[in-house]
């Protein structure tokens, strides 16, 4: 099991950029783990937003943020990261990390994205992303 910590987050303007990173406890486990990242607004429901799989070969993003956020990882440093760009008052929420010890393929987890938070099974405690208008 995965232990991980967020960072990064804060109160920014609408338009401006902003990088949250997750750092896992050992590179070994660390490695081995696809990584997702999802938000929580408030009076709503956990939402996914971007994938990728243990090798970082390849991602997977919520509609609503294609083109907008990025997600990568450095398994060097137990790092997974999601470069988040354009940002608008929507994307306010508090922003988790996650990760799956059995997903092997991120474009391939077989079921609709507002159910993807299942294949996860280890979670960081979140950090709070504000945008104002």
């Known amino acids: 099991q995965a232990q991980l910590v967020e960072s990064g987050g804060g109160l920014v303007r609408a338009g401006d950029s902003l990088r949250l990173s997750c750092a896992g406890t050992?590179?070994?486990?660390?490695?081995?783990?696809?990584l997702g990242w999802f938000r929580q607004a408030p009076g709503k429901e956990r939402e996914f937003v971007a994938a990728?799989?243990?090798?970082?070969?390849?991602?997977y993003y919520a509609d609503s943020v294609k083109g907008r956020f990025t997600i990568s990882r450095d398994n060097s440093k137990n790092t997974v990261y999601l470069q988040m760009n354009s940002l608008k008052p929507e994307d306010t929420a508090v922003y988790y990390c996650a990760a799956s010890s059995w997903v092997t393929d991120v474009q391939s987890m077989g079921v609709a994205d507002d159910k993807l938070s299942r294949e996860f099974d280890s979670w960081g405690q979140g950090t709070q992303v504000t945008v104002s208008s």
């Open positions: 990728i799989n243990w090798n970082g070969g390849s991602t």
């Open positions: 050992t590179r070994r486990a660390f490695s081995a783990y696809a």
